[in-house]
């Protein structure tokens, strides 16, 4: 087996880990009617969603478990471009195989809240719980400066976390910090549309409600919102990690 597939299993892995609990407590608030947890206990769960499948895989792969975590590192840190693609399909799956999990898990519960019958949005919608979907408020515009903020933040500190010349937390604290990052940027930027700042944790388990029984209306619905997930993402994260080494990347007394 090369190291490129071994990476990309282990990226596959991490982020169905990710997505097992990022979309089951939404699952579970949801379907439960607020009765089995609140907003700030999605927050809290995505965080600790993030630090399981970082711990998962980051001594194989490096824990990308974002294609725009992916595409920073392959701009600003040395990653091979060659390796993106494949970090990217196996991240994709994983959210993907992820979501269909999740289903099989609450099929009965979902049946349950909309009677069978699958709706995108409304009293009954239930696409939210797997994918990102804007308030009726927001922009096009404004959905991807969402997208780009959050995760241009999300990749910035990334890059303090994983700069050895600094003194945040290294080895097995690392991935709790990055858990605590992500729980922050919820609390901080998940008003307009849900933070998803990852294009797999988005498109992969959109495409499953696509097949699901939710139809093309995934992709319809925000006026087209399902690509702001991901190309915001893909500008934000770059952006993000040139941002840190403008600033303090390559001001550093031993910066090379």
């Known amino acids: 087996m090369t190291a490129t597939m071994r990476e990309a299993l282990a990226e596959f892995l991490g982020t169905f880990v990710l997505i097992l609990f990022g979309v089951g407590v939404v699952a579970q608030v949801t379907l439960g009617g607020g009765a089995n947890g609140q907003y700030l206990s999605i927050n809290l769960a995505w965080g600790l969603a993030v630090t399981l499948g970082v711990y998962v895989s980051h001594g194989v792969s ?33 959210a993907f195989v992820a979501s269909a999990v999740v289903y099989l898990t609450y099929a009965d519960a979902l049946t349950h809240f909309d009677g069978g019958v699958r709706q995108v949005s409304g009293a009954l919608g239930t696409a939210g719980i797997w994918a990102t979907y804007p308030q009726p408020w927001l922009s096009t515009l404004g959905g991807l400066i969402d997208q ?12 303090a976390l994983t700069d050895t010349r600094m003194t945040a937390p290294q080895s097995n604290l690392g991935p709790i910090v ?79």
């Open 62 to 94: 490096g824990a990308h478990l974002n294609p725009a975590v992916t595409m920073a590192a392959a701009a600003w840190r040395g990653f091979p471009w060659a390796r993106v693609a494949p970090y990217i399909g196996a991240q994709v799956a994983g």
């Open 148 to 159: 780009i903020v959050g995760t241009a933040v999300l990749v910035l500190v990334l890059f």
């Open 178 to 256: 990055v858990g605590l990052l992500v729980a922050a940027i919820g609390m901080a930027y998940g008003l307009n549309a849900g933070y998803a700042i990852n294009p797999a944790r988005d498109f992969g388990p959109r495409l499953f409600t696509a097949l699901a029984g939710w139809g093309g209306e995934v992709f319809n619905a925000g006026n087209g919102w399902w690509w702001v997930p991901i190309v915001g993402p893909m500008i934000g994260g770059p952006l993000g990690g040139l941002i840190y080494d403008v600033f303090i990347g390559k001001r550093h007394p031993h910066a090379g």
